[in-house]
């Protein structure tokens, strides 16, 4: 008996239309479907009258549930591997269980769809023949901040973001690549509430708070391409440090925003910092 086939299944970001004729094949077509999230994969394959059967595969069980699907697979069964949204692997759940199937001498094939960084990327009219995607940055504000100091790079720069930590990046994006980088902000792409909006970093936070419902959905940062530059060269955070040393923090603020040209609120909540 040979061996049946992983398919890796991209799926709607958003808009349950974007499913491929190609994708609701495969899903109708095969043994099982291993998704991140079943009750969401359940959504999309009712909107097609698909009856497929499922199963979980994310992030705290992938590798106990990739071994029982290896063994199936190689048992004949065909299974297709979807994330909640866009496509597996990419800042989703999945790469484990297709790299056990490549060791095990089973047959992958992707089925291209969506994916929500090449279509913020699309959308930012950032023109470049690369672009490096970085996916979600670290949840702590140090580490952020060294993150980036390592992704100032002649391509547009994508990345991913939660609704809770939006504003706290964009403000480090702005202390690290200067005010007048621009920055296209994409949000709940293809879905009702679609935004997507290009406008200088310093003007971004202002953005962001101008409407209550900003605060909610998911993101993805496009930063246009800049010379490369080091972190050092990025000057803010040094006036602002030596300005907190004698003054309180909004007097601090009020005065690195005049010499640095980036937010004052950004400035401000570093300024809070150095107090402490």
Request: with cysteine; hydrophobic share 50%; glycine share 8%.
């Amino acid at each position: 008996m040979s061996a049946g086939t992983l398919y890796v299944v991209a799926t709607p970001i958003g808009n349950l239309s974007d499913a491929s004729p190609r994708s609701l094949e495969v899903l109708a077509g095969v043994a099982l479907v291993a998704c991140e999230d079943t009750r969401t994969t359940a959504t999309l394959l009712a909107r097609h009258a698909i009856h497929a059967r499922t199963v979980a595969l994310h992030e705290h069980n992938e590798r106990a549930a990739a071994a029982k699907l290896i063994a199936r697979l190689e048992g004949g069964e065909s299974i297709a591997l979807v994330s909640d949204a866009g496509t597996p692997g990419i800042s989703d759940p999945g790469a484990w269980l297709v790299q056990q199937a490549h060791r095990a001498g089973i047959r992958v094939s992707p089925v291209p769809g969506p994916n929500a960084a090449v279509a913020a990327l699309a959308a930012s009219g950032f023109a470049a023949s690369e672009f490096l995607f970085a996916g979600f940055l670290p949840a702590s504000r140090a580490a952020r901040r060294k993150a980036l100091e390592a992704l100032d790079v002649a391509w547009p720069l994508v990345l991913y973001e939660a609704p809770h930590r939006v504003a706290e990046t964009l403000a480090d994006l702005a202390l690290r690549f200067g005010a007048a980088r621009e920055v296209c902000i994409g949000r709940e792409l293809t879905k009702k509430f679609e935004e997507v909006i290009r406008l200088p970093l310093g003007e971004a936070l202002g953005w962001l708070g101008s409407e209550p419902h900003r605060s909610q959905g998911e993101f993805v940062l496009v930063v246009a391409p800049g010379e490369p530059q080091p972190a050092q060269a990025i000057d803010a955070r040094r006036v602002l440090k030596v300005l907190a040393g004698a003054l309180p923090p909004s007097e601090a603020a009020k005065l690195a925003a005049r010499i640095t040209g980036l937010p004052k609120s950004a400035l401000y909540r570093e300024a809070l910092q150095h107090s402490k």
